[in-house]
């Protein structure tokens, strides 16, 4: 088992979906149970699935479960892609948003390789 709240992509997971969840109500009301939604709860999976795997026996079971918060970050950037084209994102919101979501990614393929083996 291992302390998730002591993982720093634990505690940057955590921060960018409270970032995310303020960008997002500047989103139009009529995307709330659509796009909203979706993204956030893409977003939200990744702190929980860390948070789950680490809670498990063995490195193997952490490693699926960071498989899924990763699997997990790849749907949010598209969700945030999306939100983008179709102009519901500020340019620098979407820009710190994407960085952020991209270092968690790298993050959680560095700490994947550490329990793979």
């Avoid at 993982?7 to 009529?30: A, G, T």
């Amino acid at each position: 088992m291992h302390d998730f709240r002591q993982l720093e992509v634990w505690k940057k997971s955590i921060q960018l979906c409270k970032i995310y969840y303020f960008f997002s109500k500047e989103f139009p009301k009529d995307k709330l149970f659509g796009l909203i939604a979706q993204s956030r709860r893409c977003l939200y999976s990744i702190p929980s699935n860390i948070a789950e795997g680490a809670g498990r026996d063995t490195n193997a079971q952490f490693s699926h479960f960071l498989n899924i918060a990763l699997g997990s970050s790849f749907e949010f950037e598209t969700q945030i892609i999306i939100a983008k084209e179709c102009e519901f994102f500020a340019e620098g919101k979407f820009q710190k948003t994407l960085i952020e979501i991209q270092h968690i990614q790298n993050m959680i393929i560095k700490l994947k390789k550490v329990y793979s083996s």
